[in-house]
């Protein structure tokens, strides 16, 4: 069997991690098999246990925007390493980063560091509770912003509904303080807001959805979330964990014009090691301990070798802007081919794309979930097979990185014609 080394792997794995898998979006439930086990990645292609090859649009769902095993990347992890793993005392390159943070997205005043997007997500809520001295929180159907529990909540379809947790083990209570509404919809939203601002601490939004597959903000959507906030006291939060660095050097809120009260940032920042970030406005920022009292804290928070690798890549990308020029385009050229298969609708913001199955526009996440899953899965089946290795989801972003080719992107679009079929 050509996928035998996997295969046996994954019957260990079974029996002692559950799934298998470390986080659940890696197993492959949603599309049939079993995933490969992956031993290496060089530029744009990932290589399995078993030495199948692959193209890799994954990027470990969205830090590798310059790839795998980039030089300076590397290079900035075994200088790191050698100075030491960690120190929990500070360290130059913290305030470094930090700066560069700020100056990049100048709405994040001042920045915590912390170790992922869930504690980055998390964090900010807490902040933005205590400085609005309400419980509530808004947040909008199939946007992610990690596993916290306040944030653990999605609608049923329609209409505002009072959250009920998505997991078991989520207290009743504490889902609903979380509102959830439609993405896109700003008369729900103007109505809610309207009626219950004086429970509501915050509302958080992907700017550009990138959890129920990539889903674009309508014009005026961000611009009136920003103008009902900011009229009731309330925190606008920006989750731009992918979208930070994505697009441009800084956040989408620079291409959207819209300055927010926190920014949560992860993914890219980190080039591929544990390190996020949430930060913004100076008043509310030092609530945080030990200036404030609003308690967070971290072992390993800021430690230095994700700072020192996450450094390396924001670095670079600083100098060599023409990257986001050159995956807008190969992104553009990938989703123009796949909208071409004639099997469904592409939604695509510069190098993040999604092929939704459907005939419908997809804009929310009713309208994502109508999508035809098996399709979907029949289709990245044809595509794992043919050495592309896409999101095992219809409901992920496909990630275009500055290592892709012209090539890679004619090779995929190739696959992508067969397994359409
Ligand atoms: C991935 C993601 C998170 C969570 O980050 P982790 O590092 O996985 O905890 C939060 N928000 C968004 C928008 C994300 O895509």
């Not at 913001?349 to 979930?369: I, K, M, N």
């Amino acid at each position: 069997m050509k996928n035998r080394i996997s295969h046996r792997m994954f019957s260990r794995a079974l029996r002692v991690i559950p799934g298998g898998v470390n986080s659940p979006v890696r197993a492959f439930g949603a599309v049939g098999g079993n995933p490969p086990f992956i031993a290496s990645g060089k530029g744009a292609r990932i290589v399995d246990s078993d030495g199948r090859r692959y193209v890799d649009y994954v990027g470990s769902w969205g830090p590798l925007i310059l790839g795998h095993a980039h030089p300076a990347i590397v290079r900035a992890v075994r200088e790191a390493a050698a100075r030491g793993t960690s120190y929990g005392a500070p360290t130059e390159a913290e305030v470094e980063f930090a700066e560069l943070l700020r100056d990049a997205i100048p709405s994040m005043e001042m920045v915590r560091l912390v170790s992922s997007g869930t504690e980055a997500c998390m964090s900010a809520l807490r902040a933005a509770r205590a400085f609005a001295r309400r419980d509530g929180i808004v947040k909008f159907a199939g946007c992610y912003h990690g596993h916290a529990d306040s944030l653990l909540v999605k609608a049923g379809s329609g209409a505002a509904t009072f959250g009920v947790p998505t997991s078991p083990g989520v207290p009743r209570e504490l889902a609903g303080k979380t509102i959830v509404l439609p993405y896109n919809d700003v008369e729900t939203l103007r109505t809610t807001v309207r009626r219950r601002w004086r429970e509501i601490a915050a509302v958080i939004v992907e700017p550009v959805a990138g959890n129920m597959g990539v889903v674009l903000p309508r014009p005026d959507f961000l611009p009136e979330l920003r103008r009902l906030t900011e009229r009731h006291g309330i925190a606008l939060i920006f989750d731009e964990v992918i979208t930070g660095f994505r697009a441009t050097f800084g956040g989408v809120q620079k291409l959207f014009g819209i300055r927010p009260d926190l920014t949560c940032l992860g993914k890219i920042i980190g080039g591929g090691l544990p390190l996020a970030a949430y930060g913004g406005r100076r008043e509310i920022m030092s609530l945080i301990s030990p200036v404030g009292p609003v308690y967070q804290a971290g072992t390993l928070s800021g430690n230095p070798v994700a700072v020192a690798t996450g450094l390396a890549q924001l670095r670079y990308l600083k100098a060599h802007p023409e990257v986001y020029r050159r995956i807008d385009g190969l992104g553009a050229r990938l989703g123009d081919a796949l909208a071409a298969l004639g099997v469904g609708r592409v939604n695509r913001f510069g190098s993040l794309l999604t092929l939704f199955f459907t005939d419908g526009a997809v804009t929310d996440w009713d309208s994502a979930a109508g999508c035809d899953t098996k399709a979907f899965g029949r289709f990245f089946r044809g595509m794992l097979e043919r050495g592309v290795y896409l999101p095992p989801s219809q409901f992920e972003a496909w990630f275009v990185s500055a290592a892709h080719t012209e090539r890679d992107v004619e090779e995929t679009i190739r696959a992508a014609r067969e397994a359409g079929r």
